[in-house]
């Protein structure tokens, strides 16, 4: 099968802006006045994961639900299992950072991962896995209903279905709908329309996309002009606590759309370019472990200020309550803004070195295991 190395670096793209979302914008400026990160970045990855959706899931439904729990459920739980054994430890050092005693732990192990994900902190990034898992599911169950009815979907009239329904869960978010189980609910309807957008660009509006890029990117900002002239601003939302919505139901949907079309335009002109670089490829096949650990990152890079300031003069306004106590806190060496770009490097780096770890370590116990046991065979009498 071939590889659609746009998309590759649309995912780059997608990852790399949470990281600069979640760095204050990371002391770089790349159209964030016109793109801001959150007004796009998860509906990016929810667009990109219904473009590659496949007729063939609605034959082997069982097959694509475990798939599923395998790669998304599975790895999510694995990892908040293992950062809550880290917030544990760091307690004992007197970090508070994930660390609530009021809390039973049972919840969050399990409950918490799917309510709001925030449980330890460190790993607040998972949040978005359960609401794509919930939208998957829904996607191939409805299929599958149809199919079973002989039925075959219209791409169009299914897409504004689930706009419909995306509209009715920014409706109630709005409405303060947005707690407990509520927030479960209201953040799949969120990110369905843009599922179903790739969906329905792949089927049906892809073949129609020939504009030249000139005439293609006036028509971008011309739009973003109108938006811009209405309210004053580009629009952004929090679709982690859908706290935010405050335009009206269909403009999440409009500007997320209008960003969505940017950067996969971009994408495109850059596929032959970049496309097949062995870093973009490397950022986009490890954009989960970058989701789940890039907080985890900048804490490594505190610390290490943090060591520089207890053994050196230098880093002397650290503060060490806030590196204990706030998983935002960002050092910045004479707080200079442009620093936060090695939190940047750090968060996309060290997650991709965690994966590899993780990916190589069995063969490379198996290899010593093997390597062990002919030294124990030429050696045996």
């Not at 649309?10 to 159209?31: D, K, M, R, W």
């Not at 970045?41 to 667009?47: E, I, M, P, S, V």
């Not at 939302?237 to 859908?242: K, N, P, T, V």
């Not at 806030?322 to 939190?343: A, G």
């Amino acid at each position: 099968m071939s590889i659609d190395y746009r998309f590759k670096i649309l995912y780059a793209i997608g990852i790399i802006f949470v990281v600069i979302g979640h760095c204050g914008g990371g002391g770089i400026n790349i159209l964030s006045d016109w793109f801001p990160p959150y007004a796009f970045h998860l509906q990016l990855f929810a667009f990109a994961s219904g473009y590659f959706y496949k007729s063939s899931s609605e034959e082997y439904i069982g097959k694509y639900i475990l798939k599923k729990i395998k790669t998304l459920l599975v790895p999510l739980y694995c990892w908040n299992f293992f950062y809550g054994l880290v917030v544990i430890v760091l307690s004992f050092k007197g970090f508070t950072i994930g660390f609530d005693s009021n809390t039973e732990m049972f919840s969050k192990l399990l409950i918490l991962p799917i309510t709001t994900g925030h449980q330890f902190m460190y790993n607040l990034g998972g949040w978005f896995v359960i609401p794509l898992f919930m939208v998957q599911i829904y996607n191939v169950l409805a299929r599958k209903i149809f199919s079973l009815n002989n039925k075959k979907i219209n791409e169009g009239v299914w897409y504004i279905f689930n706009l419909l329904l995306g509209m009715i869960g920014v409706y109630l978010a709005s409405k303060d709908f947005r707690f407990g189980w509520w927030l479960v609910l209201v953040r799949m309807l969120f990110i369905l329309p843009f599922f179903s957008l790739g969906i329905y660009y792949k089927r049906k509006l892809e073949k129609y996309d020939k504009l030249g890029s000139i005439t293609y990117f006036i028509l971008i900002f011309m739009s973003l002009l109108v938006v811009l002239y209405i309210y004053g601003r580009i629009p952004t939302y929090s679709a982690c606590w859908c706290h935010d919505f405050v335009d009206g139901p269909i403009m999440p949907y409009i500007i997320g759309s209008i960003g969505i079309a940017f950067w996969l335009r971009v994408s495109r002109i850059l596929e032959p370019i970049i496309g097949k670089n062995k870093y973009i490829n490397l950022i986009s096949d490890n954009a989960f472990s970058i989701m789940i650990n890039q907080l985890m990152a900048f804490m490594i890079v505190k610390t290490i200020f943090a060591f520089i300031s207890k053994f050196t003069n230098l880093c002397y306004n650290f503060d060490w309550s806030s590196y204990k106590t706030d998983v935002w806190y960002l050092y910045l060496p004479k707080n200079i803004e442009q620093m936060k770009i090695i939190y940047i490097f750090a968060g996309i780096v060290i997650p991709i070195l965690i994966q590899i770890c993780i990916t190589k370590l069995p063969y490379m116990l198996l290899n010593k295991k093997i390597i062990l046991k002919n030294l124990k065979n030429v050696n045996a009498p």
